[in-house]
């Protein structure tokens, strides 16, 4: 009965690692699209300024 206890352990901590990786992946990059979107906006203000 342990046997199937400690698997379930084992694969319940496996998703929750996974869980967690996957959401500092995301917020990882949702970071870097933000930076993407304020050098863009910054490009148009200046754009806009010369003409």
Do not use: H, P
């Amino acid at each position: 009965m342990f046997e199937n206890l400690t698997l379930v352990i084992v694969l319940i901590t496996v998703l929750w690692v996974g869980a967690y990786a996957y959401y500092l992946y995301t917020s990882r990059q949702q970071k870097n699209i933000a930076d993407e979107v304020e050098q863009l906006q910054k490009k148009l203000d200046e754009a806009e300024k010369r003409q």
